[in-house]
């Protein structure tokens, strides 16, 4: 199903009661579906079909007006400026920036969560007991989502809508959807730039939905200080697209759904995964995954998990590696967008345009070597 929906206007599970800053709202797609909202290095006139419209409203407003509504926690002006960032046009880029960089000091404050699974396995229903009970303590809750798909399924907000209700309605909450549309790689800078906006208007738990299929939960991965892997009791590895790869990154397990008829399969699944855990070689001082039981629907183990981050996050700063973690992350962004500004400056690049099809045909029948290639259309690339 697709949402046609265009800005400013309330998705129609928005609670009529709420006031004006609700600020879950679908983001419209992306015309240019090549286009994954990172810049490009030499724009040409007609390549872009710049979403204008999500800005519109907002264009009037100076970066001052923006860093001084975010840094105040107002969440009109916190929506608004993550439509700018999330925006495809060049024109918005500037201003984005220039909005995010005049706040990035007060950001960095919060503790960073990433939660993942695959579909089915309760993230949203968690996220909506875990997050109202964080805000009923007083937190103040960021939910965002890194969902590649939601431009085709409707994504995450299809669960946003009958999961997330209570949490929505929280005044120390806010939730905004996944943006929608282009690679990956665009959408996880979105996320990432609209994580330090919301940790600059004061958020202090940020947590961020992914589907554990593909690669976003490793870039999700890469944005949090403690990544959450959420698996279901008895369905098989198979079922659960379950590869090592994904246990070895988790901070914390969580055997979902531990209720009812459930209880005894989740206990095993519990005793069994906390083999596979311990057997693991956890390069993290002072640290090793826990295995914990949690029940959305029941509300059991909900502040065990809140009380097993606290312990991982306290031993990340005893060892040091907490703030190191984030450095690193830091760098590695950089890093992540020089590859893909460059691989797209490279793509765009005329002259290489113009005689990649020739070569490409060459190289397909077997009669150009690739190193001859690579060479012709980096003199090109170099002009
Ligand atoms: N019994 C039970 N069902 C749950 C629990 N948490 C979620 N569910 C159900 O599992 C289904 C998928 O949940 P959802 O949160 O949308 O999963 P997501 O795709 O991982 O976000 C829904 O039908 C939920 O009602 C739980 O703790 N216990
Ligand atoms: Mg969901």
């Known amino acids: 199903m697709f949402f046609s929906m265009s800005r400013g206007e309330r998705p ?59 840094l105040a926690g107002n969440r009109m002006m916190l929506a608004r400026a993550i439509t700018l960032i999330e925006s495809n046009s060049e024109r918005h880029l500037d201003l984005a920036q220039e909005v995010l960089a005049g706040v990035m000091h007060r950001a960095g404050n919060s503790v960073r969560l990433g939660i993942t699974g695959v579909p089915g396995v309760g993230k949203s229903t968690f996220i909506e007991s875990f997050g109202t009970w964080l805000c009923d303590e007083n937190n103040k809750v960021a939910v965002l989502a890194v969902d590649p798909t939601s431009s085709i399924s409707g994504g995450s907000i299809l669960g946003d809508k009958t999961r997330m209700e209570q ?85 914390l397990l969580l055997i979902t759904k531990a209720d009812g008829d459930n209880i005894t399969r989740a206990q095993r699944a519990k005793a069994e995964l906390s083999q596979v855990v311990r057997m693991l070689n956890c390069p993290t001082e002072g640290w090793k995954p826990q295995v914990l039981l949690t029940s959305s629907a029941a509300n059991k183990g909900i502040t065990d998990v809140w009380a097993a981050v606290g312990d991982y996050m306290k031993a990340g700063q005893k060892h040091g590696w907490l703030a190191d973690k984030r450095r690193r992350q830091n760098v590695d962004w950089l890093k992540a967008l020089v590859e893909e500004a460059l691989k797209q400056s490279f793509q765009h690049h005329p002259a290489v345009g113009k005689i990649l099809p020739a070569i490409s045909a060459q190289v397909k029948e077997g009669r150009l070597p690739q190193m001859l290639a690579l060479k012709q259309l980096m003199e090109a690339y170099r002009g």
């Open 167 to 251: 949490l929505s309605r929280h005044p120390n909450s806010f939730i905004r959807p996944s943006p929608s549309g282009g690679t990956l790689g665009g959408v996880a800078r979105k996320s990432r730039e609209t994580m330090l906006l919301c940790e600059a208007a004061g958020y202090d738990i940020i947590l961020i939905e992914t589907v554990g299929v593909g690669q976003s939960e490793t870039l999700v991965h890469s944005m949090v200080d403690c990544f959450i892997v959420l698996m279901l009791a008895g369905a098989g590895d198979e079922l659960q697209g379950i590869k090592k790869g994904i246990i070895e990154l988790a901070d």
């Open 12 to 70: 129609d599970w928005v609670p009529d009661t709420d006031h004006e800053a609700f600020t879950t709202y679908v983001m419209p797609g992306i015309p240019d579906p090549h286009h994954d909202g990172l810049p490009r290095p030499a724009p040409s006139a007609g390549v872009f079909a710049p979403s204008s419209a999500a800005v519109s409203a907002a264009k009037k407003l100076a970066a001052r007006d923006y860093i001084d509504g975010i």
